[in-house]
Nanobody, 127 residues
């Protein structure tokens, strides 16, 4: 069983930066995927970025590429999502997720492929 806990959300002004953290407890498969998603009111959950917990390539959605950066600290079992140049369109509840087993690269953006989810954390960007 894996538990994920996000932190670092809040309210910021447009143009600001914010870093979210996701602490994982429990055991994941060596090459399980770790992803960040978000969901705005009335919208479907949107993929943002994903990587492999043990290290490797990181994949970003086009909507956040160049503004968001995913990193990991394996010693702390923590993943980070550094967000910059935030706009009102980034207002959403942000989730981190982990797969139970290895994922094919092409499945990293599919939320249904992730078994474990954090509780979500609100990010609000105002102009």
């Amino acid at each position: 069983q894996v538990q994920l806990v996000e932190s670092g959300g809040g309210s910021v002004q447009a143009g600001a930066s914010l870093t979210l953290s996701c602490v994982a407890s429990g055991r994941t498969a060596n090459r399980s995927a770790m992803g960040w998603f978000r969901q705005a009111p009335g919208d479907e959950r949107e993929f943002l970025a994903a990587t492999i917990w043990s290290g490797g390539v990181t994949y970003y959605a086009e909507t956040v590429k160049g503004r968001f950066s995913l990193s990991r600290d394996n010693d702390r079992n923590t993943a980070y999502l550094q967000m910059s140049c935030l706009g009102r369109e980034d207002t959403a509840v942000y989730f981190c997720a982990a797969s139970e087993t290895d994922l094919w690269y092409e499945d990293w953006s599919t939320d249904a492929r992730y078994k474990y989810w954090g509780q979500g954390i609100q990010v609000t960007v105002s102009s």
